[in-house]
């Protein structure tokens, strides 16, 4: 077995959508479905400090264990498309290691519970961790390959 | 123990800087000094063809364990600050789940070898995910509360 790393989680998604079903795929979301998107981040009081100064920024980037992900697969053909992709050429929630990435807008703190929206995310997802958005993470003239292609109107 | 997850790299970086001493914290880095900065991410054969369709696309996320870390801490000192900050209110190696996150361009791909430059990662350096970077990720009008203090002029 090769080496590895173990990973706890430090909080919990709170969220109105219970089941993955309940999560349109980004592609067919109505507009502004997911900026309307809004829940809590409960991170557990061992790891509440950690969140000092995190209110100041407008984004933070959440990483999260895609607990409900089913075995992992190296292609998969994203929702309303015929043609298989890479996974890491996806946001497929069936990667070889289920690892979540969201960025969400951050309407607040209370103590440990942060206030998002932009949730993409279903109830007790766990959350590994919690870094804020920065000028590094936003790229300009970005090219995104094939969902480039049979863009949607007005997305 | 609370449950956890465990992850297997899926590949390693092989990059020009080979200790944590040759990476200048980016508020530190000359001008340019990241933009101009190029390795490679090699992805071991058995997920190589998860890559497919990525070459698409002029960014990626990088997800990474900081296998260099020290031990967490809940606050740190970012480098040329006297004020403590809760880790998770920065991007601190030294966090209670060690994953690190880095945007990169890919500059392309050669069967499992993705060349990229924006490189701030020490060779060796486990890989866990990539990520197509997308419109999603991309945000406008943000605040970056601490960070937005204290600038140094051109930056």
Redo the contacts between chains.
């Keep these: 077995m090769?080496?590895?790393?173990?990973?706890?989680?430090?909080g919990v998604v709170r969220s109105p959508y219970k089941e993955p079903a309940d999560l349109p795929p980004?592609a067919f979301a109505p507009p502004r479905f997911?900026e309307r998107s809004a829940g809590e981040i409960e991170?557990f009081s061992d790891?509440a400090?950690?969140?000092?100064?995190?209110?100041?920024?407008?984004?933070i980037?959440v990483?999260f264990?895609f607990?409900r992900s089913g075995p992992a697969k190296?292609?998969v053909v994203p929702p309303g498309r015929s043609k298989p992709?890479?996974?890491?050429?996806?946001?497929s929630p069936h990667?070889?290691?289920?690892?979540g990435?969201s960025?969400l807008?951050l309407l607040g703190r209370d103590g440990r519970v942060l206030e998002v929206s932009g949730l993409d995310l279903i109830d007790g997802t766990?959350i590994?961790?919690?870094?804020?958005?920065?000028?590094?993470?936003?790229?300009?003239?970005?090219?995104?390959?094939?969902?480039?292609k049979k863009r949607r109107p007005g997305r």
């Design positions: 090769k080496p590895g790393v173990r990973f706890q989680p430090i980004p997911f991170i790891f400090a950690g969140l000092d100064g995190l209110e100041g920024f407008s984004h980037i990483l264990h607990h190296l292609k992709r890479g996974v890491f050429a996806t946001r990667r070889p290691n289920p690892l990435l960025v807008r766990p590994l961790d919690i870094k804020p958005y920065t000028g590094r993470d936003r790229k300009s003239h970005i090219r995104t390959g094939w969902l480039q």
